[in-house]
């Protein structure tokens, strides 16, 4: 079963960090694009970074910088680093892998990040 599961959110201060993972099965994540989403309250969801079979990696201006996407071929992992988070920054965090997942049509849970003082 193809499924991508997303973990490591919590509460963080103003300039903190955080690493979230996304665990993929049923594929092997390192063979398509990943992607980051975000959804901020009261907002869409938006796209924030993404990373290609050969390691070509972009991102949304407002984390450029800040925040670095990864995978770990062993654990079939993609990660994503944040570094001096900012409260705009709160939001469910979601992994997707189009290319294997067949498109955009579902999600999963995501996971919780809150920054706040």
């Known amino acids: 079963q193809v499924q991508v599961v997303e973990s490591g959110g919590g509460v963080v201060q103003p300039g903190g960090s955080l690493k979230l993972s996304c665990v993929a099965s049923?594929?092997?994540?390192?063979?398509?694009?990943a992607y980051w989403y975000r959804q901020c309250p009261g907002k869409e969801r938006e796209w924030i970074a993404f990373i290609s079979p050969s390691r070509v990696t972009n991102y949304e201006d407002s984390v450029k910088g800040r925040f670095t996407i990864s995978v770990d071929d062993a654990k079939n992992t993609v990660y994503l680093q944040m570094d001096n988070l900012k409260p705009e920054d709160t939001a469910v965090y979601f992994c997707?892998?189009?290319?294997?997942?067949?498109?955009?049509?579902?999600w999963g849970q995501g996971t919780q990040v809150t920054v706040s003082s």
């Open positions: 049923g594929f092997l994540v390192n063979q398509y694009t």
């Open positions: 997707k892998v189009p290319g294997a997942q067949g498109g955009f049509g579902s």
